[in-house]
């Protein structure tokens, strides 16, 4: 350095960069962006006379693709670039940028950089051009030189002790001047086994990327088989919707069979989302069957045995409930009966609610509907009816990207 008093040293950094972000093509591709600024700037400020380069690892991806990124018309001229443990791939095109962008390219290879191993089997998009060289037309302007040792051999001696040995004796002669470029190569003889290694690694790329996408690939193919399930299951209530109108225009049809064909059918067309209910009742046992077929509907149920419960419930997620059923009388809740209407009167909550009740009088249910109940009911059928005038009223049938989300995630918990 003392030869070269003009001599400017400038280090890039882009900090602590994880391999998960190493994995991800976009995150590589923002630090190449912010790199290509900074050496822009670099030179548009300096106007160096003679500008080197030298790499690292991942700092040879950036000064890779930063050149490969630059405008014809960008008056940028690297003289020497070295490069050590690269993650490039050995197929990285060099020719159009020699002479044109640079003058001269060293790539130093570890045959024991087990890191790039990964890189080349992990990573998409990168390679061990550090470790088993680029693939081009070697000669002064273009040469691949290697060592034994592994991915930090060139800043370590055999003991892991740091040193600067190795740069010092081939990397600052060429920095320093037009010394020519020292060959050598350290490899061992390939044998057929080695050689059939290297070339399986050397070409592994197209396997990793088929490893990669297919995760994506079955994904899409699952996707795209709830979509023809979804079709099928649309196409089959259609069907039957038009099954149950062609009976209805028959005569002799008593009025409960058209309001059996009715519910029918508009149960065939609810729209399958997920749609969340508390059931309110001190047996959990006695509904079971009536909850289990409306979950095929798209009903999420949580049960409570308790009106206190079911207001706690309804006040923590006062967006998320959309119908609270409850039977007439719970030994264990003092507020059984009217209670709970005059309780979410009284906290001024807004809610849909069904008594299910094995018998009733009419009277009866005309009291519960006075009192703020939308319907009074007992029967599976009479539930279910009483359940679609509730949350589908304007009969609405069923689209198939809610009958493929339904399928995809149905019920979760409250």
């Known amino acids: 350095m003392a030869e070269k008093p003009d001599l400017v040293f400038y280090h890039f950094t882009y900090g602590y960069f994880s391999m998960l972000a190493f994995v991800v093509p976009f995150t590589r591709w923002i630090l190449v962006r912010r790199f290509g600024r900074e050496l822009r700037a670099l030179v548009a400020r300096l106007r160096p006379g003679r500008l080197d380069l030298v790499g690292h690892s991942f700092g040879t991806h950036l000064i890779g693709w930063t050149l490969r990124g630059l405008r014809p018309d960008e008056n940028i001229q690297i003289d020497t670039l070295i490069f050590a443990g690269s993650v490039l791939r050995s197929g990285f095109f060099w020719a159009d940028l020699i002479p044109a962008r640079v003058c001269r390219v060293i790539n130093d290879c570890g045959t024991g950089d087990t890191v790039l191993l990964a890189s080349q089997f992990l990573v998409p998009l990168t390679g061990m051009a550090g470790r088993t060289g680029f693939v081009g037309m070697n000669g002064p302007e273009f040469t691949n030189r290697y060592s034994t040792f592994g991915h930090s051999g060139y800043f370590q001696d055999q003991t892991g002790k740091a040193t600067d040995e190795y740069m010092r004796l081939h990397w600052v002669p060429l920095l320093m001047g037009e010394a020519p470029v020292q060959q050598f190569d350290m490899r061992l003889a390939p044998t057929a086994w080695r050689g059939l290694g290297i070339w399986i690694t050397n070409n592994f790329e197209p396997l990793k990327i088929i490893l990669m996408l297919s995760p994506i690939l079955a994904a899409l193919i699952w996707v795209g088989a709830l979509y023809i399930e979804a079709n099928a299951a649309k196409e089959r209530m259609e069907a039957v919707v038009d099954l149950g109108e062609a009976m209805k225009s028959k005569d002799g049809l008593s009025d409960e069979t058209v309001f059996l064909l009715d519910t029918m059918q508009r149960a065939l067309e609810v729209p399958l989302r997920k749609t969340y209910v508390i059931w309110l009742d001190d047996d959990r046992e006695v509904n079971a069957r009536e909850r289990s077929a409306l979950r095929k509907y798209g009903l999420c149920f949580s049960h409570v045995e308790t009106t206190a419960d079911a207001v706690r419930m309804i006040e923590a997620s006062p967006d998320k409930i959309s119908l609270v059923i409850s039977d007439f009388r719970r030994d264990r809740d003092p507020q059984a009966g009217y209670g709970f209407l005059d309780e979410i009167k009284r906290r001024n909550l807004a809610i ?22 939308s319907a009074e009911v007992s029967g599976e059928f009479d539930l279910t009816d009483a359940i679609l005038n509730v949350l589908n009223p304007d009969n609405v049938p069923a689209s198939r990207a809610q009958l493929i989300w339904q399928e995809l995630y149905g019920c979760s918990r409250f």
Not at 352 to 373: H, K, L, M, S, V
């Open 352 to 373: 849909p609610f069904i008594f299910y009740i094995r018998n009733y009088t009419p009277e009866q249910a005309d009291e519960a509907r006075r009192r703020g109940a």
